[in-house]
């Protein structure tokens, strides 16, 4: 069955994501607002969400059809091939959006649509199901798609530990992306918190850890998914370069250290503990300094931030030459205070109820 798939990614990341997935394979990839749209079958739909490090969910374009007001939806939805996908004993729930069409109620087409899978196949609906068809209408035209990942891909499966205001996996793997780097430099994050630039650079740089190693996806509920034509996954193999966190708090490095663990690259990673004033150069070849500092979002607390931005600069001019600085932040002042040149600055990213953008630098002199 060829379909079109679509994977999310945050807006204005579009492009990187659209890269990774040709880098991967996939077939005509094209960056659309809020994702990329790639062609292929349901073993693709099983490689983009246990193989992306970028796409933050997975959704399968299974048909659609034409339809002017509920009662054709009711009957045209109970003529779709819904065990081609679906399973009976699957609990599932169905979500609507409506816009430019003769059918505005999104809550009726979905209990339409509902009412459908459970006469017409005998699965039972659920309101809290964790398997979900999509309907969205658009200039009266029905696209069904249903979820193939469940839990968001960035719940990559291995962090117990989670610090203050953590960046999500797959956001890091983009900005990684965007920073140049392809897992032949050393990293490292001056302020790592729980790990997870660390983490995604030296899954990277360890070719042949996939990200969906460890988890389970929404697609192995599917009537579609065949669970002996799954290729089995990679062990990796060690990197010639480390990847290095650094943070002052103590439990901070004890978490991220765990977390590598788990994650299976512990052997690829060293986390120390310090001020940044104590920051290490690694022994070694220049690589990319990342890091996600504190943003503050009050105005006495955004004060402060101004000195810690400025010694971290300091510290990079002086220890770091060679190596190229990628710096997320919500503030263009921050980021200046810093001292750094910036090469290149991205666009606003959401993060939560912020925007961030990612400051370049190319290498230090």
């Known amino acids: 069955m060829e379909m079109e798939i679509f994977l999310a990614a945050p807006p204005g990341l579009e492009a990187l994501l659209a890269a990774e997935a040709g880098e991967k394979g996939f077939a005509r990839p094209v960056a659309v607002p809020g ?59 169905v979500e609507a959006s409506c816009r430019g069409s003769r059918i505005y109620h999104a809550g009726a087409a979905a209990q339409r649509i509902e009412r459908a899978i459970a006469e017409e ?28 990942s469940g839990d968001l891909l960035h719940r990559r499966g291995h962090k117990s ?22 897992g032949t430099e050393p990293v490292l994050d001056p302020m790592c918190g729980s790990g997870t630039f660390v983490l995604e650079a030296a899954e990277i740089a360890a070719t042949g850890l996939a990200p969906g190693r460890s988890r389970h996806f929404a697609y192995e509920s599917l009537a579609s998914f065949d669970a002996t034509a799954l290729p089995a996954l990679g062990g990796g193999m060690a990197p010639e370069h480390l990847c290095f966190g650094h943070d002052r708090d103590s439990g901070a490095i004890a978490g991220a250290t765990a977390n590598a663990a788990r994650a299976g690259v512990g052997e690829f990673t060293r986390f120390t503990q310090g001020a940044i004033s104590d920051l290490p150069r690694p022994e070694g070849p220049p690589g990319l300094v990342i890091v996600n500092p504190p943003y503050g979002t009050r105005i006495g607390q955004k004060k402060l931030l101004y000195g810690l931005y400025g010694a971290l600069g300091e510290v990079l001019r002086s220890r770091f030459s060679g190596w190229r600085v990628g710096i997320v932040t919500t503030e263009g002042g921050l980021a200046k205070a810093t001292g750094l040149s910036f090469s290149d600055i991205g666009p606003p990213v959401p993060h939560g109820s912020l925007k961030i953008r990612l400051y370049r630098t190319e290498a230090l002199s």
């Open 161 to 182: 530990f989670v610090g203050k205001a953590p960046m999500r996996e797959t956001l890091a793997a983009l900005f990684l992306r965007a920073c140049g780097y392809d």
């Open 35 to 93: 994702g990329v749209t790639v062609q292929g079958g349901w073993p693709e739909v099983w490689r983009t969400n246990r193989e992306l490090r970028g796409a933050g969910r997975v959704l399968a374009r299974i048909g659609g059809f034409r339809a002017f007001h509920l009662a054709q939806l009711d009957k045209r939805a109970r003529k779709f091939a819904w065990g081609d996908v679906l399973r009976p004993d699957v609990p599932v729930r």
């Open 121 to 148: 196949l005998g699965a039972p609906v659920a309101a809290e199901a964790a398997l979900r068809v999509l309907a969205r209408i658009d200039d009266n035209l029905v696209t069904l798609s249903v979820d193939t």
